[in-house]
């Protein structure tokens, strides 16, 4: 087992590179399964998650092979229907592979994912859905299993907009006979990143981004190359670290659009977090500016600078675009060094306050009342050895280690493998002192 070691007290200042989006790459390696042919996929991260939704593939028959930022797979020879609980139980999002094996081979069987750190995670939304589409669902032994030769599309209102019933719902729909409206859809950027991927095998999508998606199903979807959308939960860790040491870093490659309520809330507290063309020069090119069009967006960077004094804000969890739940956990660590009351009230989830108690460790003062959090600001943190307990916990004990006094240690830092890509490399070379030992 492994341990990240941290001295708190460094300002962040530098450069950093964000990596592909798990929460895309994911469902959209599962969208192969739709196709009898072969995908390549670009900016693809190297995460512990990325590599077990390649294990589940080929259980299922695919070929997959991991290039430098490349992923190759090959769904020409799928024919097995079934994913394990070995490997279902250890990433929930294999159940992803759902909708594209009972829409391609008509029939499905998926060990139910189980509950996680952070809370039961049902999948009901996803197997009403399924039926709505037509499929028998059957239950036992702790698997689902879903048939139906030829999927009908329908009209799907989802109660709650889960990311992965719409996802798992989208896929199926594409090559179900008919149209199919999803209502109350979730709107994530992963979202609109999955249908823009189906598009281009010749899927038939519109309205992806907004919470209603509609889709004609076609015969059949070919293989295609895509280049997967940054990773915009990685980006606000980032922007977080900047702002609890007080550092001024540049984020390359995220895009600021799929950040704005995180933005509003730090903007709010006191943080200066602008975007503006990469090159040196901030100002428009005077041939570019006389050549008539909109300056093509060419890439551009965020920029955080956190000298001020920032002061404690109250945020809520919510579906995109709201304040995103994968971020509260790393909010909480900057609330519970900085002055005043922070209200965060975690409206997704029941269970995401287990990076609490690590924090009280660090001497943070934090009260759960309910599903809300009460933060008061304390004047300093202290190094602790604490335990990492789920992928968004890992990451705000990182963060409260950089401002810590002292060693901060901290284990089970599997968790943190699953969603960050390199972290540890990308932390030092801001400037932390940071490092992880063998156990
Ligand atoms: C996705 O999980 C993300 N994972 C999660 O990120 C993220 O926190 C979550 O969406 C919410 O944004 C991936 O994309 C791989 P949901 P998912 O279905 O699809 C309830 C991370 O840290 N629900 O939107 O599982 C569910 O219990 C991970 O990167 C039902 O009740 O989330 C939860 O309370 C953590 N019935 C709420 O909806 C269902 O059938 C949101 O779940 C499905 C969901």
Do not use: W
């Not at 939704?53 to 490349?70: I, W």
């Not at 739940?325 to 997704?348: H, K, N, R, Y």
């Not at 990492?388 to 990451?395: C, F, I, K, M, N």
Request: positive net charge; proline residues 4%.
């Amino acid at each position: 087992m492994e341990k990240i070691i941290i001295t708190g007290g460094e300002r962040l200042k530098g450069r950093v590179g964000i990596s592909g989006s798990k929460n895309a790459a994911l469902p959209i390696m599962a969208a192969t399964l739709l196709t009898n042919g072969v995908t390549t996929l670009s900016n693809i991260p190297r995460l512990k998650d990325v590599t077990t939704m390649a294990r589940v593939l080929r259980t299922l028959g695919a070929k997959v092979e991991f290039r430098e930022k490349e992923l190759k797979i090959d769904t020409t020879n799928v024919d097995r229907f079934l994913a394990p609980y070995n490997l279902v139980k250890t990433m929930r999002a294999s159940f992803l592979v759902f909708g594209p094996l009972l829409a391609k081979l008509g029939k499905a069987r998926v060990s139910l994912p189980g509950g996680c750190a952070i809370g039961s995670r049902p999948v009901d939304l996803h197997l009403r859905g399924f039926e709505e589409l037509g499929a028998e669902v059957s239950m036992g032994g702790g698997y689902t299993q879903v048939k139906r030769d030829g999927l009908i599309g329908a009209e799907i209102y989802l109660d709650f907009p889960s990311v992965g019933a719409t996802e798992n719902l989208m896929m199926a729909a594409t090559l179900a006979k008919g149209k199919t409206t999803i209502e109350n859809a979730a709107k994530e950027p992963e979202i609109v990143d999955l249908a823009n991927f189906l598009n281009k095998m010749g899927a038939k999508i519109k309205g992806a981004g907004t919470d209603t998606i509609r889709t004609i199903g076609v015969k059949e979807l070919k293989g295609t190359d895509y280049s997967i959308i940054p990773d915009r939960i990685e980006a606000g860790t980032y922007i977080i670290a900047a702002a609890i040491t007080k550092g001024d870093i540049i984020l390359e490659g995220a895009k600021i659009d799929h950040l704005e309520s995180l933005i509003t809330k730090l903007h709010e507290a006191g943080v200066e977090i602008e975007d503006e063309p990469a090159s040196s020069t901030s100002t428009v090119d005077a041939e570019e500016a006389s050549a008539g069009p909109p300056m093509r967006r060419r890439e551009r960077v965020i920029k955080v600078k956190a000298r001020r004094r920032i002061k404690a804000v109250d945020v809520k969890t919510m579906p995109y675009p709201g304040f995103p739940t994968d971020m509260q956990a790393q909010f909480m660590a900057l609330m519970s060094i900085t002055p005043g009351i922070s209200i965060i009230t975690e409206t997704v989830f029941e269970n995401r306050f287990m990076h609490v108690s690590e924090l009280l460790r660090m001497g943070a003062d934090i009260k759960i009342e309910g599903s809300s959090a009460v933060v008061k600001g304390a004047k300093s943190l202290s190094g602790a050895p604490v335990m990492a307990t789920d992928l968004r916990a890992s990451a705000a004990l990182i963060l409260a280690g950089l401002v810590a006094e002292g060693k901060t240690e901290i284990s089970r830092i599997y968790h943190l493998d699953r969603g960050y890509e390199r972290i540890v490399e990308k932390l030092s070379n801001l400037g932390a002192k940071i490092e992880r030992v063998k156990q």
